[in-house]
């Protein structure tokens, strides 16, 4: 049994001194433009941000550094064995970065001074960013990092940049307070999260495992263990266009398509009656977009709609999905003349799977270094937002958690801010859970 309370004490008498250090290296990576555009499929600006993490990854004298180079070929595979992945995006001068560093049980000499061989904890945080979108909305340049009454301002200070370079700074902090790893820590930078999860989804195929995974997006000081999957449809349908004067001649799409968006609310609605889940919101139906017409005097000829249906892990399925939402769609064409001549049309153009962690070692782990950290128990709860959780999870096998700093409310949007206190207590949890994951 180890002394945590002075491992503790430790920690925060060394995150006192260095608290300003470790702030700065977060207002650095803020600084740096690492947008994704066009979701990814247009490229990204990553490679600036990667550069400096590989400098600091070398100050910190990590084992091994390997920067890896995003390919399609990986995805299209992902994409046959696992339904993950988003093809075509662009990957000029998009990769990867991965830091290990290894405990002092990888040494022999030092074996003696510990229980059990090494275990591996792996912290998966994403260098893009959303665009910052209107900069006229902005109190301050996004990529011009200001601390106003304890929050720092800046793009991507929690989504989450904050969060990885927590996990960065967690294993900087057991050097600072000259602490030796009892597990090995890898750290993994990737690219192109905010298209869909590729650079995870790299970084999976590759072959990287833990023994327990860390993803650092910000949770409201919550530890996530679940959260919905979602499939993205687009529906067309053909209508017959002509003057509205004779509006009787023509096939208005846009009425085809609107009595078809109530046959989707009935299924949504039949969805809600039947499926509950303890750490989530029931499976929902969103009709995102709808593009349709091309005169007030002229029937519609044309009408397509964008759905994003969020639904349940374990209750329900990616297949499933698909299946009822084709099916109903086929039910309600067959019961119109029109429709029964020219079926809609139904895409899928993104999909991700669903998540869920039981409760393990990993997790009681995670928890103990919260309660030792903050002195509460730590609230379990589910995200209706994906993350690379499900790819960690569901392809690579690894127990898998889901907590960082800042919250949801903030992701994606103008003024994007973090809680510097949050932040640096997020240090002190990693640190702690480093710590003692390898030493119960």
């Not at 299924?267 to 509950?276: C, F, I, P, T």
Request: hydrophobic share 35%; with cysteine.
């Amino acid at each position: 049994m180890r002394d945590c309370d002075g491992i503790l004490a430790a920690l925060k008498k060394t995150l006192e001194i260095h608290k300003n250090e470790y702030v700065a290296y977060l207002q650095d990576i803020v600084s740096i433009d690492t947008q994704d555009i066009g979701h990814g499929i247009k490229g990204g600006r990553e490679k600036e941000g990667q550069e400096y993490l590989i400098k600091l990854f070398e100050e910190m004298c990590a084992d091994n550094i390997t920067k890896d180079d995003m390919s399609e070929e990986f995805i299209s595979e992902a994409i046959a064995k696992h339904r993950e992945g988003n093809p075509g995006h662009d990957y000029t001068d998009r990769f990867n970065i991965y830091a290990t560093f290894k405990s002092v049980l990888s040494n022999p000499d030092n074996a003696s001074d510990f229980e059990h061989s090494p275990k591996t904890i792996l912290f998966n945080g994403h260098i893009d960013t959303m665009p910052p979108g209107d900069l006229s909305l902005w109190e301050s340049p996004p990529h011009k990092p200001e601390i106003r009454d304890g929050l720092l301002y800046g793009l991507g200070s929690c989504d989450m940049k904050g969060g990885l370079m927590a996990a960065i700074m967690a294993v900087k902090l057991i050097s600072d307070a000259k602490l030796k790893l009892p597990a090995h820590v890898i750290i993994t930078s990737v690219c192109d999260e905010e298209g869909g999860g590729n650079g995870s989804i790299r970084a999976i195929m590759q072959g990287l495992k833990a023994d327990g995974v860390v993803v650092c997006e910000p949770t409201s000081r919550e530890l996530i263990l679940a959260h919905m999957g979602f499939v993205f449809f687009k529906v067309s349908i053909e209508g017959r266009s002509n003057h509205s004067g004779a509006k009787w001649l023509g096939v208005s799409a846009i009425e085809k398509m609107t009595a078809l968006m109530q046959r989707l609310n009935d299924l949504e609605h039949r969805w809600l009656l039947k499926y509950k889940h303890p750490l989530l919101p029931a499976p929902n139906l969103n009709v995102g977009t709808i593009h349709g017409g091309s005169a007030g005097s002229t029937v519609a000829g044309e009408c397509a709609i964008e759905i994003c249906v969020h639904y349940l892990p374990r209750l329900m399925s990616h297949e499933q999905v698909v299946s009822e939402i084709t099916d109903e769609i086929e039910r309600f064409s067959r019961s119109d003349l029109w429709l029964k001549e020219h079926p809609p049309k139904v895409e899928i153009y993104q999909s991700g799977g669903a998540f869920e962690m039981p409760e393990d070692e990993f997790t009681k782990s995670f928890c103990d270094a919260y309660k030792k950290v903050r002195g509460e128990d730590v609230k379990i709860a589910g995200s209706p937002a994906g993350c690379d959780a499900r790819l960690w999870r569901n392809i690579a096998e690894c127990p898998t958690i889901q907590y960082g700093p800042g919250n949801l409310e903030q992701c994606h949007s103008v003024n994007e801010y973090l809680s510097v206190d949050e932040y640096l207590q997020t240090i002190l949890i990693y640190a702690m859970l480093i710590l003692e994951f390898n030493n119960p």
